[in-house]
């Protein structure tokens, strides 16, 4: 919409925990994603401030959502190796809640959850995919994510669908081979 390309353009700021500031900052859009989490000094962020825009988004009529979490929330806890889900359980149990609140208490909204492997912060190579398969693991660049995220949220076809993004060509992804993972198609 108008006013969340203005928002953009203009910088918004806010604080995850305070839930006026994520609705005054939301007010007047019709999408957002949300991608909080990861290396805060509150850990509260994976389940408070994704929760606080999921509320927002509900109550100021926002109809598209997409929520990035990562594997080894839900259905996909058993594609993480498990030194992996031991390190990151907690992180992943308030991801996982933040997911269920979407899925369950925001029936009507179209909302899409979007599952990255092991980030990493190279520049993108193009060739990370989108996957149903609940069981894939492997690494994706972040600018990977950001690209594959803004697709998922232009997409008709990912309406309430949990989605995983990885790159097979990463070396050293625990996935399985490229033809093992049945690739989504966006378009």
């Not at 929330?73 to 308030?94: I, T, W, Y």
């Not at 149903?132 to 697709?151: C, F, P």
């Amino acid at each position: 919409s108008l006013k969340e390309t203005q928002s953009i353009r203009r910088g918004i700021k806010g604080d995850a925990f305070d839930y006026k500031s994520v609705e005054d900052n939301m007010w007047g859009c019709d999408a957002c994603i949300t991608t909080l989490g990861g290396m805060t000094d509150d850990k509260r962020v994976d389940y408070e401030g994704n929760n606080n825009v999921i509320e927002a988004a509900g109550i100021l009529g926002v109809t598209r959502v997409v929520l990035v979490t990562s594997i080894g929330c839900g259905d996909s806890k058993d594609a993480a190796p498990p030194a992996v889900f031991e390190a990151l359980k907690d992180v992943l149990k308030d991801k996982e809640k933040a997911e269920r609140v979407l899925q369950r208490y925001y029936t009507n909204m179209n909302w899409t959850i979007i599952r990255p492997g092991g980030l990493k912060s190279e520049p993108a190579t193009g060739k990370a995919i989108v996957t149903e398969d609940n069981k894939a693991i492997g690494s994706i660049h972040r600018e990977d994510v950001a690209r594959l995220t803004v697709q998922a949220l232009k997409s008709f076809k990912t309406k309430k669908k949990v989605l995983s993004v990885l790159d097979p060509s990463i070396g050293g992804n625990a996935a399985p081979e490229v033809g093992d993972v049945k690739e989504f198609a966006l378009n």
